[in-house]
């Protein structure tokens, strides 16, 4: 085991170290799923009780920790997808999806800039999911309006 001096002599190089392990510990994992399966599958039990003591014991750091990921912009991304998701949306990638609703900076219908972003719309098919518009809140609730003749 390092001890403090030689890790501070050599720390670039335990870093690479590091991530070299961290990518072989995934790859590995990656050639090997149906073990890691297998064994989830026979350790079922005493794996979800680890996993409930765990987050009992650490309630407060998985809080925070969760807090930070949702402030992060891979996590804004990934609740966004969710979202659209549960409302039915489909498309091949919606990351791209993503990245090209954010860079959008003006209603594709009525044409006027947006405020912010919560005036910001992905526009849908309700019964195919396919996407049509990236809208402003009026003209998203003008097409509905036409659709369901209110």
Request: charged share 35%; net charge positive.
């Amino acid at each position: 085991m390092p001890n403090k001096e030689d890790y501070q002599k050599n720390k670039e190089y335990y870093k690479q170290y590091s991530k070299d392990r961290k990518e072989q510990s995934k790859q590995y994992r990656l050639n090997n799923k149906e073990k890691y399966k297998q064994y989830y599958l026979n350790n079922k039990e005493k794996l979800s009780g680890y996993y409930i003591q765990y987050n009992l014991d650490n309630k407060e750091q998985i809080k925070e920790k969760m807090k930070e990921w949702k402030q992060s912009p891979e996590g804004k991304k990934s609740i966004r997808i969710s979202a659209w998701k549960t409302r039915g949306i489909i498309d091949e990638d919606l990351g791209a999806v993503y990245d090209y609703y954010f860079k959008q900076t003006n209603c594709m219908i009525c044409l006027k800039q947006f405020k912010s972003t919560k005036d910001r719309h992905l526009d849908h098919d309700h019964d195919t999911g396919e996407i049509r518009y990236i809208c402003c809140n009026n003209c998203n609730c003008h097409l509905l309006r036409e659709k369901y003749n209110i």
